[in-house]
């Protein structure tokens, strides 16, 4: 009876396993409980307690503002609809309608789904006269901004994938 009993545990460990997310993204949100796709407050986190919550590839990019290999993130070439959140905080960012084939290696957006989804900050760094784009709601660091989108803004958000989560857009059904 012990043997049996100790035959399902293991099994049910082996079945828990297989079926948790394999995704990052998804499994940073499950140990992060700013994490929320309804609630817009701004979040006053410091970045130790990111750098606990983060992945590390995650952290460097959202709060340290490195930039990710152009060509290389998961969603720079693809356009799929859907809805593209904050991979730090869940806020709403982009829709895939405003996302356009670019050359530059990394997705980019001609406008946000909201006008106060995102912030702005004057970037000097790298010998450079860069504007930042940040998450309004969490104020990690997203990507940059350019002047040379296409209509009808004429304005490039140039983002980090892995700044980002996508949400595929549910058909009809019809
Ligand atoms: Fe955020």
Not at 108 to 119: D, G, K, L, Y
Not at 127 to 137: D, F, G, K, S, Y
Not at 143 to 166: A, E, Q, T
Request: proline share 5%; hydrophobic share 30%.
């Amino acid at each position: 009876m012990k043997m049996i009993s100790h035959f399902v545990s293991v099994v049910t460990i082996i079945l828990c396993c297989s079926c948790a997310p394999q995704n990052g993204t998804v499994e940073s949100s499950g140990r992060n409980k700013y994490y929320s796709r309804t609630d817009t407050n701004h979040l006053s986190v410091s970045n130790s307690e990111w750098k606990e919550i983060l992945p590390h590839d995650l952290y460097v990019v959202a709060r340290e503002k490195a930039t990710e290999r152009a060509f290389a993130g998961k969603y720079w070439k693809d356009n799929p609809k859907g809805f593209y959140f904050c991979a730090v905080c869940g806020n709403k960012l982009f829709k895939s309608d405003a996302k356009f084939a670019s050359t530059c290696g990394w997705p980019s957006f001609f406008e946000a789904v909201r006008t106060n989804s995102i912030t702005y900050q004057n970037d000097t760094s790298n010998n450079m006269e860069r504007t930042e784009v940040l998450c309004a709601r969490c104020d990690s660091h997203l990507g940059h901004i350019f002047n040379d989108g296409p209509p009808p803004s004429h304005k490039r958000f140039c983002m980090n994938s892995i700044s980002l989560d996508f949400e595929p857009e549910v058909s009809g059904g019809k």
